[in-house]
């Protein structure tokens, strides 16, 4: 399909649209047109992938001046999804080209993704290593340029990465043909030519038009000043399913430090100095080298590092002090190390103490230099100044220091920001535990001091998801002004997704997952029978939610106790979600095993009598967790979500309250505002898992009496909130059990419904919608010009204030309203 936005040529890779994609495209547009910032929330499988791309290659291939595309996501899997999107939009693109200087156009467009090296090593020993962190470090000592320079002089000498060599042998910025590769696809093209595909990524990356990546090639500063650096200010950038991305700017800026963490550091600051004493017997004009170059400030000294050599770049300092001369006492090497084991000698120090230490860094400098008289300015080289000794020592195993690594961007960032930050000793790992086991949290209270060089440096950000309402709380968080902030609805002939509230079981008990209340054995054996009750009914598969692991152990506990689980076993089997991510991995596998339908028989030849006849499994699982985020349960993997409570943080956390408490001081956001809407996202993500596409169908269940109010329900989606009815909004059990059936039973039967021109369109339903915005565009400028004509103003009246009062007064009683924790 082809068509016109505001004078834009849009190729769209399917013959029909839905309405609410035609009006994300406008705003995109918009947002790009005005080179401004963007928050878009787009209903749960309709196409917003497709939409996005369509768009933003369109806009890239009708410009003179070609933006690139910078797309970012959480997944891999979600990253192999959007370049496969991405791969069937140009064939399409292709394939309806006019001229051959139009075919040429499109055949030449790139596109390629980056993931971590262990998903694209092709080393016959490295890639067998398990831990990424591994990987890395093999990767970097087969890589690095004074390894290759020694193996190249001296074949045979050293090791060499034959993959990488053979790479170095190809024209730059003609490693791979044009054309757009998913994950698997460039994994392919190096075992072909013999060649690695992840350095063919990393150094195709400023020819190409569109990277796709991990959010953290952006936002962690550690990972971004050596994968990110070389894109433009005009580049687009796009964070897709970004609902989390505040938490995701946290992480990349807080480190915990633990007892064994700074004993590996200390080890690794042993081995430097030893490293060092060889090297001044050896080689002593490196050392002095790299001295005349810290003189001049880091980067001269970081002049022509190539990323083979970068070990990790350091978290925050900016280009100014990056120009100056480093401190005179950390610039020769065993001045440095020295320095450092001063710091970790002062950490190990800090953790002797058995009681809890909140302090900001500030404090934290003061006490530091009071001890161990060492200043502030040094500090914030460490990062980099380690990076310069490590390339100038030569150094392998790298993961071996990683510690010390860790120790000194700790040193960077303290010393670094003043506010935004919180140092939080804990002594002991649980209130109750008397083994002390301190960790050292420097964490992170402020997501926007994280995205700000973002917002700074690209001219567009566009913040995309199914599930980002309210939307006015990111750019409050993040600190930006958004040029077009919206939510769409979603188009459907008839209902495919039913949302019910239950607020009580079918003995007029309230269910509530309060703290007061979760331990109630009613409330539980309601929260039983209603899994019970849906496990009968719902043919398929069923996931359910409860808010932490802790609250779904005690609940599974109970209910084994109480014969539920038995109940549930007679209909379907039972699958549960751990903390340990490999076991969840066969959880999950063998849930859409039992759940898949071409597999039935096959489960019931092998005696799983639960799978014959559709019965399917159900799925325990935990709100925050890996089955929450980023996996689908479409079709009949998924035809009932059950969220069992309200997923509120832990709120005795003394991390989570320093940042209720940052929020309220620096950003006016009140701690019930922030607890309430970070509930009701996360809740919006576990029950938007079962609708995956517009023909596919589930129920969304919300098992606990909050979600009845209104306040509550207004923080949900737009597109979740308006099927939600008031009859539906506070149920018993088996008032929802008889509404689930009605829903199922209707929607089992054929659509006799024509969705062309309600919930698909085509060309001539666009047209008709484009010719009705000039009609009303052409009416409005009518309209503005008779306002100038004089007119008589109405006076307001008494009863207008009155009026006016009272509305005042109940917004303020609604807002003011206390959220129960």
């Known amino acids: 399909m082809k068509f016109n936005i505001d004078g834009l040529p849009i190729v769209f890779p399917y013959d029909r649209i839905y309405p609410e994609q035609y009006s994300y495209m406008c705003d995109l547009k918009k947002t790009l047109d005005a080179q401004g910032h963007g928050v878009l929330e787009m209903p749960s499988g309709t196409g917003k992938t497709v939409s996005l791309l369509s768009l933003i290659v369109s806009y890239q291939q009708h410009s003179a001046h070609p933006r690139k595309l910078i797309y970012c996501s959480r997944t891999v899997p979600e990253i192999e999804k959007a370049l496969s999107e991405l791969q069937r939009l140009i064939k399409y693109r292709i394939s309806q080209a006019e001229t051959p200087e139009e075919r040429t156009k499109e055949e030449s467009f790139m596109g390629l993704g980056l993931t971590s090296r262990k998903n694209l090593c092709l080393h016959p020993d490295v890639s067998k290593e398990k831990k990424g962190k591994v990987v890395d470090a093999r990767c970097r000592d087969l890589t690095n340029s004074a390894v290759c320079e020694k193996g190249r002089a001296n074949p045979g000498s050293v090791p060499l990465c034959d993959w990488h060599e053979k790479l170095g042998e190809k024209e730059p910025g003609n490693l791979i043909p044009p054309g757009v590769y998913t994950l698997a696809e460039v994994l392919q093209y190096g075992r072909d030519e013999g060649v690695c595909p992840y350095f063919t990524i990393r150094r195709m990356m400023p020819f190409v038009d569109v990277i796709i990546y991990s959010f953290h090639y952006l936002l962690d500063p550690k990972v971004a000043e050596q994968v990110s650096k070389e894109f433009s200010k005009d580049a687009i950038v796009v964070f897709d399913e970004a609902h989390n991305i505040d938490n995701v700017c946290l992480e990349s800026l807080s480190i915990d430090l633990t007892r064994p963490m700074l004993d590996s550091a200390a080890r690794s600051v042993v081995k430097l100095t030893e490293k060092i004493e060889e090297i001044k017997e050896t080689d002593a004009s490196k050392l002095q080298d790299e001295y005349a170059k810290l003189v001049e400030g880091l980067q001269e000294a970081n002049n022509d590092v190539p990323d083979e050599d970068a070990f990790s770049a350091n978290p925050v300092l900016p280009d100014d002090l990056l120009k100056e001369a480093v401190p005179g006492n950390i610039r020769k090497a065993e001045h440095f190390v020295a320095f450092l084991k001063r710091f970790v000698e002062y950490l190990k120090t800090r953790m002797r103490v058995l009681h809890v230490v909140a302090e900001t860094p500030l404090s934290f400098l003061q006490h530091l230099k009071d001890i161990t008289y060492i200043e502030r300015r040094p500090l914030r080289f460490c990062a980099e100044r380690l990076q310069s000794l490590v390339r100038t020592l030569e150094l392998s195993k790298i993961d071996e220091h990683s ?127 209603i899994l019970v009750e849906y496990s009968k009914i719902v043919p398929d598969g069923i996931v359910a939610f409860f808010p932490s692991y802790l609250y779904m152990e005690s609940i599974v506990a109970a209910w084994n106790d109480m014969g539920i689980l038995n109940e549930v076993w007679k209909n379907k089997l039972i699958f549960v979600e751990t903390p340990d991510a490999n076991e969840t991995s066969i959880a999950l596998e063998n849930y859409r095993r039992v759940c898949a339908p071409a597999l039935r028989g096959v489960c019931l030849a092998h005696g799983m009598q639960a799978c014959n006849n559709g019965r399917g499994a159900v799925m325990l699982s935990v709100a925050r967790g890996k089955v929450s985020e980023g996996i689908d349960f479409d079709h009949n993997y998924g035809r009932a979500v059950i969220m069992f409570g309200v997923p509120y943080q832990y709120t005795q956390s003394r991390i989570l309250r320093a940042r209720l408490e940052y929020l309220r001081d620096a950003y006016r956001i009140r701690e019930s505002e922030f607890l309430a809407f970070d509930a009701m996202r996360t809740a919006a993500q576990c029950v938007g898992r079962v609708l995956r596409g517009k023909t596919d169908w589930g129920l969304m269940v919300f098992a606990d009496k909050r979600y009845a109010r209104a306040d509550k329900r207004a923080k949900l989606p737009r597109w979740m909130n308006q099927y939600i009815t008031e009859t539906a909004s506070n149920l018993s059990t088996d008032m929802a059990i008889v509404l689930s059936k009605l829903f199922m039973r209707q929607i089992s039967q054929n659509p006799n419904e024509n969705q062309t021109g309600i919930s698909l369109w085509t060309l001539e339903h666009i047209e008709r919608r484009q010719a009705a915005e000039r009609e009303a565009a052409e009416q409005m400028q009518v309209d503005d010009r008779g306002s100038f004509e004089p007119v008589n103003d109405a006076v307001p009246t008494l009863d207008d204030d009155d009026e006016f009062a009272a509305s005042w007064d109940k917004f303020r009683d609604d807002e003011l309203v206390d959220v129960p924790m």
Not at 418 to 429: D, T
Not at 446 to 455: E, R
Not at 500 to 507: F, H, K
């Open 403 to 529: 510690a010390l690594q860790k120790v000194a961007s700790f040193a960077t960032l303290v010393a670094t920001y003043e506010k935004g930050f919180l140092l939080i000793l804990e002594p002991f790992e649980t209130e109750t535990a008397t083994v002390p086991n301190p960790i050292f949290h420097f964490t992170c209270l402020d997501p926007s001091l994280a995205i700000k060089p973002v917002f700074e440096r690209f001219s567009s950000v566009v913040i995309t998801s199914g599930t980002i309402s309210p939307l006015d709380m990111y750019p409050k968080m993040l600190q930006f002004t958004p040029v077009i902030q919206e939510s769409y609805p979603m188009t459907l002939t008839r209902n495919c997704f039913l949302p019910l509230v239950i607020t009580r079981g079918s003995d007029q008990v309230a269910v509530s997952s309060r703290f007061e209340v979760r331990n109630d054995p009613a409330v539980v054996r309601n929260f039983g029978s």
